[in-house]
């Protein structure tokens, strides 16, 4: 499931979703993702680079640029005001539980 908006800021994201934005600092259109448990493409949604996210779920997410390339692991709850260093990433798994990454 994904849903998208034009909001700012960090608070918008809701309880349990992974939120993603256009722009740096919570800025631009927002794209959230609640649907676990499967490997999802932003490309099949439209979702642009994003240049911060928000992972405001109880558990992990995992992020990759492409089918077959390591993934970088985020914790539930973490938050990136600047991710210049992934935004072109395509892959997200939003994971069933939250052991460490």
């Known amino acids: 499931m994904i849903n998208v ?9 809701p309880s349990g979703w992974y939120c993603v934005w256009a ?3 919570y800025g631009g ?5 609640r649907s676990q448990g499967y490997w999802q493409n932003l490309d099949d949604y ?3 680079w994003f240049y911060s996210f928000y992972n ?28 210049t260093n992934v935004r072109h990433y395509r ?5 069933e ?5």
């Open 5 to 13: 908006f034009c909001v700012r800021g960090l608070n918008d994201c």
């Open 23 to 25: 722009a740096q600092f």
């Open 29 to 33: 259109a927002r794209y959230q993702f």
């Open 46 to 48: 439209g979702v642009p």
């Open 56 to 83: 405001r779920r109880s558990n992990r997410v995992f992020i990759a640029p492409y089918q077959g390339q390591p993934s970088k692991c985020y914790q539930a709850g973490t938050r990136v005001s600047d991710s």
């Open 91 to 95: 892959l997200i798994y939003l994971a």
């Open 97 to 101: 539980s939250n052991n460490p990454c």
